[in-house]
């Protein structure tokens, strides 16, 4: 039996009709050619346009995801504020920075931790790791110094360094937050280390992310944002270490554990030793503006950054002008009418016999001593709508002063609850006959206790509910 064999074929088929370049290599390198182009143009524009906007440190943060500060100098520390007003002299707390006296202005004070010292807590009133109940260095849990000042002070970075946040947040309000790199060490000055400056409740931001800032440089103006009592600059130091900026010592979440309020919390020192470890005493490290440190660098030269050492006497002379000028525009617009009245009095009476006067004496208010404030209020709130409540002056004895004898500066906050006020403070030109008003509007449905600083006077409790 014969075998027969079958052979079998294959064909071969495309799936895809690839279209390749015959003869014309020129035309395809043309196309591969434009297209580079096209793709360089774009990434030098979009790089062209954050260079433009926000400097090479921004372009740097976006790109690695830091900030290059490598020529970045330390060379001292200022205060974040130059001048204040002598409170002693300007009682009138609720006037702008512009339009304080530019002879009433002083510069501000140095911190103590003195707790006994009232030139220091007139100005500083609550210290490092204090409490809103006396304000004490030590005696809470908030982490910077408040540092009272009239709304629209100049606020200045305290060293130079980069901006690494300008932004908002409830509690703190507008801050800003500056990187200062080769600090000195406040452990050890004889090295360096990187240091955190926060202000915080500022009104106005100068500057920007990614901006490098000269020492004593204007970078805002201070207010009231966020949750505060009053016009005032939160400022604050953080080690590097610190989990976040600003830094604060306790979470949402213990809060919730432990069942306090944010001021309950600070008040009974909730994580104080946390807030020794990852922050500074700030005031006492700016003021004791510790020399640099030497470092030397093998083999490498390292161009440093251009200082504008002028910029702190620039900024105060412009700033003592602009109020000198304003003040001397008043003082002639009140001759000027005070010359246009005498003169039409002479015109009118030509030279009248004069009759001697008759000397009218007053009588002379009693001046007394003010003990404490008497909060009188009808003792219920409803939620969102303001109420009026009354504050008087009394005496040892409990009866009211009607002329008190020294400056007031008093503060209005809750000793317990939540609750905004208008205003916040009060001198003693805001009373008449010994009382004030003032207005609250409650945040919430919880119980409110009025306090007064300095004199610690409490009201009865306010209470949720009908009338």
């Known amino acids: 039996m014969t075998q027969q064999k079958h052979s079998k074929t294959f064909r071969q088929n495309q799936l895809y009709n690839v279209r390749r370049p015959r003869g014309d290599s020129l035309q395809y390198l043309k196309q591969r050619s434009s297209f580079l182009i096209a793709a360089l143009s774009l990434l030098t524009f979009i790089t062209g346009n954050m260079l433009g906007q926000h400097g090479w440190y921004a372009f740097w943060h976006a790109v690695i995801g830091g900030f290059d500060d490598s020529l970045i100098t330390?060379?001292?520390?200022?205060?974040?504020?130059?001048?204040?007003?002598?409170?002693?002299?300007?009682?009138?707390?609720?006037?702008?920075?512009?339009?304080?006296?530019?002879?009433?202005?002083?510069?501000?004070?140095?911190?103590?931790?003195?707790?006994?010292?009232?030139?220091?807590?007139?100005?500083?009133?609550?210290?490092?790791?204090?409490?809103?109940?006396?304000?004490?260095?030590?005696?809470?849990?908030?982490?910077?110094?408040?540092?009272?000042?009239?709304?629209?002070?100049?606020?200045?970075?305290?060293?130079?360094?980069?901006?690494?946040?300008?932004?908002e947040s409830e509690g703190f309000g507008k801050f800003i937050v500056i990187r200062h790199p080769h600090m000195p060490n406040p452990e050890d000055p004889t090295t360096v280390t990187v240091l955190h400056s926060v202000y915080a409740h500022v009104r106005e931001q100068f500057v920007t992310e990614g901006e490098v800032v000269q020492k004593g440089q204007e970078i805002g103006l201070s207010g009231s944002t966020g949750i505060v009592t009053g016009p005032h600059l939160h400022f604050q130091i953080d080690r590097d270490n610190a989990e976040w900026h600003p830094y604060w010592p306790f979470t949402g979440t213990d809060l919730r554990r432990t069942g306090w309020t944010l001021m309950e919390a600070i008040n009974h020192g909730l994580n104080q030793e946390q807030g020794y470890a990852y922050t500074v005493n700030p005031m006492l490290f700016v003021q004791a503006n510790f020399p640099p440190v030497t470092i030397v660098a093998i083999g490498k030269e390292t161009p440093a950054l251009p200082i504008l050492p002028e910029t702190e006497t620039l900024s105060h002379a412009r700033t003592m002008a602009i109020m000198t000028a304003r003040r001397e525009k008043r003082t002639e617009r009140r001759m000027a009418r005070q010359r246009f009245v005498e003169r039409q009095l002479i015109a009118a009476a030509g030279t009248p016999d004069i009759a001697p006067q008759q000397e009218i004496k007053l009588p002379t208010p009693i001046e007394q001593r003010v003990h404490g404030i008497a909060i009188a209020h009808d003792g219920f709130f409803r939620d969102g709508l303001w109420e009026t409540m009354t504050l008087e002056l009394q005496n040892a004895q409990g009866t009211t002063v009607t002329s008190p004898n020294a400056e007031l500066h008093l503060q209005i906050t809750t000793g317990y609850g939540d609750a905004e006020f208008q205003p916040t403070t009060l001198s003693e030109l805001d009373f008449q006959d010994g009382k004030a008003l003032i207005r609250l509007l409650p945040k919430g449905t919880r119980t409110i206790v009025i306090r007064v600083l300095p004199f610690e006077s409490i009201s009865a409790p306010l209470r949720y509910g009908k009338r």
Not at 85 to 99: A, E, L, M, N, V
Not at 117 to 122: I, L, N, S
Not at 157 to 162: M, R, V
């Open 74 to 167: 330390y060379t001292g520390t200022v205060p974040p504020i130059a001048f204040i007003p002598d409170y002693s002299q300007w009682s009138h707390s609720d006037s702008p920075y512009r339009d304080v006296p530019a002879e009433v202005l002083i510069p501000l004070p140095t911190y103590t931790q003195k707790s006994n010292d009232p030139k220091t807590h007139a100005v500083y009133s609550i210290g490092h790791m204090g409490s809103y109940r006396t304000g004490e260095e030590g005696d809470g849990s908030h982490p910077g110094i408040d540092i009272r000042a009239p709304e629209g002070t100049p606020i200045r970075s305290i060293a130079n360094g980069i901006v690494t946040q300008v932004r």
